[in-house]
């Protein structure tokens, strides 16, 4: 592994006009180093540590006995580049658009990490992001010990619960509807209706039935994304406000103070433990102080709920099994 302090990072991208390709970079703020720049080939200085090399299509072949990709039809490569702010996204995206560029998808804003992407003149993809630097954790999750744990000062609210059952059981029980029906929400809560489509890029549609801050029984509708799924091991997915049809509300709808981002994110480990168990770490990203609390106790009884479920479906499923 490389550790050296002045390792650089160089990019190297085939473009069909070089010139445009220069001014392009240029109105985006980028500087050219003449030193590392010819009629086939310019530097492009992004940092002091990161360098894109423009080359023309006919230079490009000498370092690769690959055909080049048609990058106005192919992706070959995303190059992301973090920055200091969202504005600072924003500033980039505009100046990429009014420079020729063309946006490729939404900004994506899950509280921790806001990002937009464009198209550069030759098809090659750019993502400009932002990460939360609170976000970015001093430890491994299986490191982390307790119950219950609020680190107020990142927004992350943070639930370690064990289950005397294997992992398979445990997901079987968090990724199928009917089983997600019979625990989730708080105590005295029901779950009237849950949709899925599991899979990374599907959408799922939450409701849950029971008294809010305000003690009045109403409907909470939760959608959201899902970012990454590693079977027994991680769900990753946004969550957002959102009414019967999944169409997003502002948490305020639902009588929720605090200032919220446009999405929170949750993040579930599934880690097996000796004895057959199974460990659970719950970690939302991106909840107001003010609702800590209250988004812990609601974590809280519904792995209660979810706990007495699983050991009735092992003592159902050893029942089965005996006779």
């Known amino acids: ?23 392009f970079f240029k109105k985006l703020g980028f500087s050219i180093n003449p030193q590392f720049t010819d009629e086939t080939a310019a ?9 894109l090399m423009i080359l023309t299509e006919s230079k490009f072949k000498q370092f690769t006995k690959k055909q080049i990709a048609d ?14 702010s969202k504005d600072q996204v924003n500033e ?13 998808r939404e900004p994506y ?36 010990k307790g119950m219950g744990e609020t680190n107020k000062n990142n927004k992350d609210l943070i639930i370690n619960r064990v289950f005397d059952v294997p992992i398979q059981l445990v997901w079987k029980v968090w990724t199928n509807p009917d089983m997600i029906k019979k625990w ?38 939760n959608t959201g ?22 169409n997003p509300v502002p948490a305020s709808h639902y ?34 102080e003010v609702m800590n609390e209250p988004a812990r106790l609601g974590w809280e009884q519904s792995l209660d709920k979810m706990a007495q479920l699983v050991f009735d479906e092992s003592k159902r499923i050893a029942s089965v099994a005996y006779f």
């Open 184 to 221: 989730w929400g708080p105590k005295d809560f029901t779950a009237p209706e849950i949709s899925i489509d599991f899979h990374v890029g599907g959408k799922y549609l939450y409701c849950m039935r029971g008294a809010g801050l305000d003690g009045v029984v109403k409907d909470f509708w």
């Open 1 to 23: 592994m490389i550790k050296n302090d002045s390792t650089k990072i160089f990019v190297n991208l085939a473009v069909n006009d070089l010139n445009k390709s220069m001014v």
């Open 225 to 246: 994304k899902f970012i990454e799924i590693e079977p027994k091991e991680k769900i990753a997915a946004t969550v957002r406000f959102a009414d019967e049809h999944g």
């Open 109 to 144: 804003d899950y509280g921790f990490m806001y990002g937009r992407s464009f198209e550069d003149l030759d098809g090659h993809i750019w993502e400009m992001i932002w990460v939360d630097p609170n976000y970015v954790q001093k430890q491994p999750l299986k490191e982390l």
């Open 43 to 51: 530097c492009v200085v992004i940092s002091e540590d990161i360098y």
């Open 71 to 84: 990058s106005k039809k192919t992706t070959e490569v995303l190059v992301s580049l973090s920055t200091e």
């Open 255 to 288: 009588g929720m103070p605090g200032q919220w981002p446009e999405h929170i994110m949750l993040t579930v480990n599934f880690e097996e433990v000796e004895g057959g168990k199974t460990k659970v770490i719950v970690r939302e990203t991106g909840i107001p």
């Open 92 to 104: 980039m995206l505009k100046k990429a658009l009014e420079a020729g560029a063309t946006e490729t």
